[in-house]
């Protein structure tokens, strides 16, 4: 019995329980046990036991540990938590065990036995160790700080193994933790050597680690350094700028790490830098002075002992280059030649000079010119293209002369070689035969034709005359020598010649060609029309088609002209059928319309009429169709509808009576088959024959027809589309998934979505839309064991998605487990549904992550901080989630560097490479604390090392040499240069309160020292004192930085100035001329000089060089013609002159000297006005106004001395050159011209043989020009009356000077036409010659005077007869080429950079018979498909029709009359008083009309076609024609329409007549255009006078409707043309 239980035994007797402590005792008083660290949570450590006799069941109790172990009712001992030797090797607690009211004890003792469970732990684990090359083998280099926190057994360190030795040039080893050298160190084969340390454990299993080393070898100075070369040769250009590198020496040095610098003795020239040994220029050069230098260079190498400091010296030999400075000039600006067309190609032209001061400049000719070649060596210029003066009169080129030199030298001259013409060509005639027809009654004075003659040589002046030998009637025909027009000078006789010939020689003075004229003489028609029946009677069915030929027409005519046949209906018109004439049907016949017509078909040779009347039965048929009441019928029906209800109907009617009226229905769809409908044939009920289904057919379309029985023809029918319309009925259920299960993660966010429900509903429309709703929701908890019913809104639920989301917080720890029931359901009313089970399972989270104690953490540590020493120990995070979620390890994130590590389970920060603040001073980490969860969660923390204590190095400048450009004179308070001194450790840091700049204390600077300061400061340096260039062109200036506290550790920094000199006085002119003013002759040679302008500059070298330039004013902005030599001052003329075009050039000469240091802003210049003005030459021949001119006399009232007209002329010249003398050169006897005022005479009496007769009058217009004058005609045709007409009352009547084309045509009409979009390219590449051609090749017919002829219709009669004398005039007349102005916009020659288009105006002058009608207004249209095709091809003949309006002459008698009607009043009685106002009242008006200023316009535009206003011949309107608006707005009108499309005023001939390529202005015409657009049909466009202010005529006009197509404000065009007027 143990001692314990002894006295537990005497203690129950003391007290009478001697039973009861006789069954309670432990086996054993103490208990031992040994347990790994490692034993398992959980496991069975030891089992006590107690002796119990009284049948009860003891209880067990640990009375220390508690929390560490546990003891449950068998008193077996458990483990609660994790054993570590390393934290306590053994625990002593006791344990009880009680029984009732008795207790009994014992004592446990648990020893934790070693486990190898930690690995060798090296701190830091990046070692770095600097070792001297020289170090010695024996003595160790490195101690490992290595430990193990298992027991010695476990935690010795038996083995250290180097890692990759064999890759190593150096051996190692390690015995007892410390690094010893197996070999010599050498820096220069290596200067640092990498390797790992795998440091075991000698536990059970064997645990390591590992420990990376960077050995550093410290070098010796053993070499010093070496130059590559001992003489190092460089060459240098004396033009090199200051600053320059001339050349690099470099040296070798076998010492690593090892830097070396260079230096020279003092030189004024050239600078070393002292680290790169890079030689600079410090002062220019002169090839001239010193062709070469010999400078001694020393280098010397900078080991970490300064002691063992090593040099070498080499020889640096700077030979200096000449240069290229001096370009070529030639001896002349400018070079000008005159060469004949025809001269050889490779003859020798012009020969162009040029020197250079360089010495042996070899110099070089060039020229880019096609037509001249330049021989480089001699610059001789020959030609080497054939030179064509009708191409090219002037040829302006450059050539180039250019030295070897590099970089090269070149200067430019101009050369001008003018082409001189040469008679190379015959004239050439468009053809060797021409010939005109003309009517036999064409007036005197009438152009007929023209020779057409053309000289390729471009001076060439042709004459025309006849060949008098020939059979020509000189006596008809006359022929105009200048321009080849044949005019007509007595009256023709087609009778007596019906042919004339004639002989015509056209020579250009020198050569000459021969034509043949022949003038065909046309007979007048005097024959009337017959036609066979005049009353035709034909019958024609309804049905009849449109084309059918009704009738022929027989009609003849006698004198065999081409009749014309013309019929005014809409449903018939008439054509020709093969050799006959034939009526047709136009448009359908409807009989119940109109069954019978009677047509009259007008028959016309031109001249006289006949007619031919068709009466037209028309014959029925039977021809209704049935016709339904609507062309489309619909229908509604249910998809549930039975088979055989009508569901609608449709109804038809026919207009037929009879069978014809009766028909039937029937569906006539394609698809009929698969249409579940059908149609009574009789009542048109549709009625169902097949199942509906919405879902399958919304709606069904087809056709149905009705047609008739068709007794008298074939059925008629008609058809209806029906649409039937499905109804949608609810007749499907929607499905739904019965089971769905998913996953919700705990603490989900609100609106997260778990799951989408699908629900399927095979109805369309609102039956197939579908809804959700939750039904209810059960959670489930510990396992299911617990249920809860929760609301609907737990969960959210779309009603129209079925997206299921969270909606209330989701907590592992409430449930683990939902089941939803949802259901969905259908838009019927009622609706259909179906019910899903959703079963969601909860997924637990790791909630929280680790939380460090501080937001951010610092630590500021001394440069010296021994390595392994400990940054920062309060660097920690906290996690509150257990077991592995809330176990944490930390690790650096984005760290590159050794400089610390960290502990990954306590986060304690380690020192593992030495700080160096030459590196950094300053390192930023970022810490990471991630928790064991999966998924894991982390936090992140800053960690900043701040680094104090650090030492800035040694001093140095940032340049060792400044460079600075002074202009002479100059004092400047801002710095030329700043100087900058840097810590060699550490270049960025800020050391302007710790260094100070000062200037160097030498002797041999003492004497510069005062021109120059420095900032201690800044190191601003500043001039102090003027420099001088003519004293001193090169300053240099030593200065010292140095630390505050060290100033006897100074740095040595040059400065280099190099002084500029200054531009200092501006150029003058010559006399000081406020203006030089020079006149020279418009025919100024082009290349001539005709000034200088002179300037001087009193600087020397390039400031005092002036070069001159031409300045234009804004008035001269289009280029001036004339060129300046930029070194001379020499003017040019580069460019034709013409006074009459301009007669004066103000510019600007710019006088510019060339200062060369200063730059363009010190360049200094003049200016002087330069006045030229041009005097005029006689280049201008006289114009007049009109070429042709008309008067009439009357026999009886005309007396020697009557004044016929006024010749209209003048001439574009001045002075001399343009004073007039007028003569009449033909045999024109009777007549007389003043030779000054050009007044044309009466000059004798006329005879009664006169009255009849036309004479012909050529009067020369000659200028006063020297030295010859130049000339021009005008003719004038006279026509002599017997007696007074009755519109004339005087002796000679003429077309007053301000009226318009309406009242007198004259003899000259002009017409104008625009092509648009013409390419450049095309033009030039000879679309302008195929014009020309085009144009002489083109006719213009002439419609007849008759009214009839030009669709003037009832009225104009009245006012024209047979007996007239202006009869009518039906032929053919040619215009020819000479007569064609065109005026693209501008010269030829010029192409307008980036213009791709023109367009092109031409103006054609055509003469016309004076045996005219006053009133006729001629419109000469030319088509413009004609217009167009000219451009693309040469052989267009343009065919040009005019167009003759007749104004009544009865106005003229009228308004004539008013003066003798006037004195006649006052004579008679007082009674006729009242006659008297009325005629005073005409008069009045008819004086406006007479000084044409006003007209009232009578509007005449009735909608059935022109007309002409029948009360004109009581008063002095003016009636004219309007047609009819549909005329307007087609592309084809009427040659005829009697309203020209724009009209202009008389001084826009004048203008082509003075110069042919001006311009012509539409401003007075357009002035009021935008008002006439408002006026409607009818409107008139005004003709302006500009010269009054009056509008003088009113014009008809286009209606606003077709206003655009003709005429748009401010661009007066016509379509793609424009035809104007020009009186």
């Known amino acids: 019995m143990t001692p314990l239980c002894f006295l537990s035994l005497l203690l129950a007797f003391a007290t009478g329980a001697y039973a009861t402590c006789n069954t309670l005792c432990f086996e054993s008083n103490t208990y031992t046990v040994d347990v790994p660290e490692n034993a398992t949570v959980g496991s069975s450590l030891l089992t006590v036991m107690v002796t119990n006799t009284s049948g009860s069941a003891p209880e067990y109790k640990l009375l220390h540990f508690d929390t560490i172990f546990s003891i449950n009712s068998s008193g077996v001992i458990t483990l609660l938590q994790p054993l570590d030797f390393e934290d306590t090797r053994s625990y002593h607690m006791s344990v009880q065990a009680s029984v009732n009211m008795y207790v009994t004890t014992a004592s446990v003792d648990l020893t934790v036995l070693d486990v190898n469970d930690n690995r060798p732990y090296c701190s830091p684990d990046l070692l770095y160790v600097a070792v001297s090359e020289e170090t010695d083998m024996v003595d160790p280099v490195l101690q490992f700080p290595c430990h193990d926190a298992d027991d010695e057994a476990n935690g010795v360190f038996p083995n250290y193994e180097v890692e990759s030795l064999a890759l190593l040039d150096v051996s190692v080893s390690v015995t007892d933790g410390k690094l010893y050298l197996g070999s010599r160190l050498d820096c220069e084969a290596s200067d640092r050597h990498n390797f790992s340390i795998t440091v075991t454990d000698n536990g059970t299993p064997q645990m390591s680690t590992s420990v990376s080393v960077v050995l550093l070898v410290e070098p010796v100075n053993e070499f010093g350094p070496v130059?590559?070369?001992?003489?190092?040769?460089?060459?240098?250009?004396?033009?090199?700028?200051?600053?320059?590198p001339v050349g690099n020496v470099t040296t070798t040095d076998k010492d690593c790490e090892d830097y070396i610098t260079y230096s020279i003795p003092f030189n004024d020239h050239f600078y070393i830098d002292s680290l790169s040994g890079v030689l600079y220029l410090t002062k220019s050069l002169d090839y001239e002075m010193v062709s070469s230098y010999e400078v001694e260079v020393t280098a010397f190498d900078h080991p970490n002992d300064t002691n063992t400091q090593l040099s070498s010296n080499a020889t640096i030999r700077i030979s200096v280059l000449d240069s290229n400075d001096n370009p070529p000039v030639f001896t002349k600006p400018l070079y000008t030649m005159q060469v004949a067309e025809n001269i050889a190609i490779d003859e020798h032209i012009i020969d162009v000079e040029c020197t250079d001061a360089d010495t042996n400049a070899s110099i070089v000719y060039s020229e880019s010119y096609d037509f001249f070649d330049v021989d480089e060596d001699t610059g001789s210029i020959s030609l080497s293209m054939e030179l064509n003066y009708e191409e090219v009169q002037l040829h302006r080129f450059t050539v180039t002369c250019s030295d070897a030199g590099s970089p090269g030298f070149s200067s430019v001259a101009v050369v001008l070689v003018q082409v001189q013409d040469v008679n190379e060509y015959h004239p050439s005639l468009y053809n060797t035969e021409f010939e005109a027809q003309v009517p036999e009654d064409v007036g005197i004075g009438s152009n007929l034709t023209k020779i057409i003659a053309h000289d390729q040589d471009l001076d060439g002046v042709l004459r025309y005359q006849f060949v008098l030998e020939s059979e020509c009637p000189i006596d008809t025909l006359d022929i105009d020598s200048l321009t080849g027009d044949i005019y007509l000078i007595n009256n023709l006789d087609y009778e007596k010649d019906q042919n004339l010939h004639c002989e015509v020689n056209v020579t250009d003075g020198e050569r000459s060609r021969m034509t043949d004229l022949i003038i065909h003489v046309l007979d007048i028609n005097d024959v009337p029309p017959t036609c066979a029946n005049s009353v035709l009677t034909r019958s024609l069915s309804e049905d009849a088609p449109v084309n059918t030929r009704v009738t022929n027409f027989s009609c003849i005519d006698g004198d065999s002209k081409d009749l014309e046949y013309s019929l005014s209906s809409d449903t018939f018109y008439v054509d020709s059928c093969g050799d006959l004439f034939c009526m047709f049907l136009g448009s359908a016949l409807d009989y119940e319309t109109r069954d019978a017509y009677a047509l009259r078909i007008e028959v016309t040779d031109g001249r006289y009429n006949t007619s031919v009347t068709v009466h037209v039965l028309v014959s029925p048929v039977n021809e209704f169709p049935p016709v339904f009441m609507a062309s489309s019928y619909e229908c509604n029906v249910s998809e549930a509808a039975a088979l055989?209800?009508?569901?609608?109907?449709?109804?038809?009617?026919?207009?037929?009576?009879?069978?014809?009226?009766?028909?039937?229905?029937?569906?006539?769809?394609?698809?009929?088959?698969?249409?579940?409908?059908?149609?009574?044939?009789?009542?048109?009920?549709?009625?169902?024959?097949?199942?509906?289904?919405?879902?399958?057919?919304?709606?069904y379309n087809f056709s149905v027809s009705s047609c008739d029985f068709g007794v008298n023809l074939t059925s008629l029918c008609s058809n209806a589309t029906i649409y039937v319309w499905v109804i949608n009925e609810n007749d499907n259920h929607p499905t739904c998934a019965s089971n769905i299960f998913a996953q919700v993660k705990e603490n989900s966010s609100y609106g997260k979505v778990i799951t989408t429900l699908e629900c399927v509903d095979d109805d369309l429309g609102m039956y197939g839309q579908t809804g959700h709703e939750i039904l209810n929701v059960t959670g489930f908890s510990e396992g299911g064991n617990s249920i809860s019913m929760l609301p609907e809104s737990f969960f959210l639920l779309n009603t129209s998605y079925g997206v299921v989301a969270v909606n209330e917080d989701i907590d592992y720890e409430t449930y683990q487990l939902f089941e939803v029931y949802t259901k969905c359901k259908d838009g019927g009313i009622p609706s259909l549904s179906c019910v899903s089970k959703i079963t969601l399972e909860v997924v637990p989270e790791n909630e929280y992550q680790p939380t460090f104690s501080k937001e951010a953490y610092s630590v500021t540590v001394p440069e010296s901080l021994a390595l392994g020493s400990t940054l920062s120990s309060d660097l920690v995070a906290f996690d509150e989630d257990e077991g592995s979620d809330g176990r944490i390890e930390y690790s650096l994130v984005g760290s590159a560097d050794y400089t610390v590590s960290i502990s990954s389970s306590s986060g304690q920060v380690t020192l593992t490479r030495q700080l160096n603040c030459s590196e950094e001073t300053q390192y930023s980490y970022t810490v990471l604390a991630q928790d064991g969860g999966n998924p894991s969660r982390s936090s992140m923390v800053s960690l900043g090392i701040n680094i104090t204590d650090c030492s800035l190095g040694r001093l140095v400048a940032e340049r060792e040499t400044y460079f600075a450009n002074v202009t002479e004179e100059s004092i400047t308070e801002s710095p030329i240069v700043t100087l900058s001194c840097l810590s060699e450790r550490y270049p960025e840091t800020n050391l302007s309160q710790k260094v100070r700049y000062s200037l160097a204390n030498s002797s041999t600077t003492a004497a510069e020292n005062s021109l120059f300061s420095v900032a201690p400061d800044s190191g601003d340096v500043a001039i102090v004192e003027q420099l001088d260039y003519e004293v001193a062109t090169f300053h240099s200036q030593p200065f010292h930085c140095f630390y505050t506290d060290a100033p006897e550790m100074f740095e040595m920094i040059t400065l280099y100035v190099s002084v500029l000199p200054?531009?200092?006085?501006?150029?003058?002119?010559?006399?000081?001329?406020?203006?030089?003013?020079?006149?020279?002759?418009?025919?100024?040679?082009?290349?001539?000089?005709?000034?200088?302008?002179?300037?001087?500059d009193l600087d020397s070298g390039k400031d005092g060089e002036i070069?001159?330039?031409?300045?234009?004013?804004?008035?001269?902005?289009?280029?001036?013609?004339?060129?300046?030599?930029?070194?001379?001052?020499?003017l040019y003329v580069i460019d034709h002159l013409d006074r009459e075009e301009k007669s004066s050039f103000s510019f600007n000469v710019i006088a510019q000297d060339c200062s060369e240091h200063g730059g363009s802003s010190d360049v200094k210049s003049a200016t002087l006005p330069v006045l030229v003005n041009i005097l005029d030459s006689n280049d201008n021949p006289p114009r007049c106004t009109k070429r042709f001119d008309y008067v009439t006399i009357t026999l009886s009232q005309a007396s020697p001395g009557d004044v016929l007209l006024a010749l209209n002329c003048s001439d574009l010249d001045e002075g001399a050159n343009s004073q007039l003398n007028y003569a009449i050169t033909n045999n024109a006897t009777k007549f007389g011209v003043n030779a000054t005022s050009g007044v044309v005479t009466l000059k004798e009496s006329l005879a009664a043989e006169d009255a009849g007769m036309?004479?012909?009058?050529?009067?020369?217009?000659?200028?006063?020009?020297?030295?010859?004058?130049?000339?021009?005609?005008?003719?004038?045709?006279?026509?002599?009356?017997?007696?007074?007409?009755?519109?004339?009352?005087?002796?000679?009547?003429?077309?007053?000077?301000n009226t318009s084309a309406v009242e007198n045509e004259?003899?000259?009409?002009?017409v104008s036409m625009t092509v648009q979009d013409i390419s450049i390219e095309l033009w030039i590449e000879g679309a302008e010659d195929n014009c020309l051609n085009a144009i002489a090749r083109s006719v213009t017919q002439h419609c007849a005077l008759m009214p009839e002829a030009c669709s003037l219709k009832t009225g104009c009669s009245e006012f024209y007869s047979t007996s007239n004398s202006r009869k009518r005039s039906d032929f053919y007349q040619e215009f020819m080429a000479g007569d064609v102005v065109l005026n693209p916009g501008y010269p030829k020659e010029t192409v307008i950079e980036g213009l791709t288009s023109l367009e092109l105006k031409f103006f054609v002058a055509l003469p016309q018979g004076v045996q005219k009608a006053q009133e006729r207004v001629t419109d000469y249209v030319i088509p413009e498909e004609a217009l167009k095709s000219f451009v693309a091809q040469d052989s267009t003949v343009i065919e040009a029709v005019t167009r003759d309006s007749v104004a009544p002459p009865i106005t003229q008698s009228v308004c004539g009359n008013w003066k003798n009607a006037a004195v006649a009043a006052f004579v008679v009685t007082a009674t006729i008083l009242l006659a008297l106002a009325v005629v005073a009242v005409m008069a009045l008006v008819c004086r406006n009309k007479g000084r044409g200023r006003s007209r009232k316009v009578v509007p005449i535009s009735q909608a059935g076609g022109p007309a002409v206003n029948m009360d004109s011949r009581r008063s002095c309107e003016v009636p004219y024609i309007t047609p009819h608006p549909a005329q307007h707005l087609g592309s084809e009108r009427s040659p005829s329409d009697g309203c020209s499309d724009i009209l202009t005023t008389d001084n826009e001939f004048a203008s082509m007549e003075n110069n042919g390529r001006e311009s012509m202005s539409n401003k007075d015409i357009l002035r009021d255009l935008e008002s006439i657009r408002?006026?409607?049909?009818?409107?008139?466009?005004?003709?302006?006078?500009?010269?009054?202010?009056?509008?003088?005529q009113n014009?008809?006009?286009?209606?606003?409707?077709s206003f655009g197509p003709y005429v748009r404000p401010g661009n007066v065009k016509v379509n793609t043309w424009t035809t104007r007027f020009l009186s």
């Not at 000081?1072 to 001087?1096: K, L």
């Not at 004479?1255 to 007696?1283: F, H, Q, R, W």
């Not at 014009?1595 to 409707?1601: K, L, Q, R």
């Open 227 to 244: 130059f590559v070369e001992d003489v190092f040769e460089f060459s240098v250009n004396e033009l090199t700028e200051l600053g320059m």
């Open 644 to 699: 055989g209800i009508k569901i609608c109907q449709i109804l038809a009617s026919d207009q037929d009576e009879g069978e014809d009226g009766k028909f039937q229905y029937r569906i006539v769809d394609d698809d009929e088959e698969n249409i579940p409908f059908s149609i009574d044939t009789s009542s048109g009920d549709i009625i169902v024959t097949g199942r509906l289904d919405y879902e399958a057919h919304t709606h």
């Open 1062 to 1096: 200054l531009n200092e006085y501006t150029p003058t002119f010559d006399d000081d001329e406020d203006e030089h003013s020079i006149s020279i002759s418009e025919m100024a040679p082009v290349g001539s000089s005709v000034t200088r302008i002179h300037a001087q």
């Open 1107 to 1130: 070069h001159y330039t031409i300045e234009t004013t804004s008035t001269e902005s289009d280029g001036l013609p004339f060129a300046i030599d930029l070194d001379s001052g020499k």
């Open 1254 to 1297: 036309f004479y012909s009058i050529t009067v020369e217009v000659s200028d006063g020009g020297t030295p010859s004058p130049l000339y021009s005609s005008v003719y004038v045709a006279v026509n002599v009356e017997s007696s007074p007409s009755s519109v004339n009352d005087g002796a000679v009547t003429s077309p007053p000077s």
């Open 1306 to 1310: 004259g003899i000259m009409n002009s």
């Open 1574 to 1592: 408002s006026q409607g049909e009818g409107s008139c466009l005004r003709d302006y006078d500009s010269d009054s202010g009056d509008y003088i």
């Open 1595 to 1601: 014009w008809p006009f286009a209606p606003p409707n």
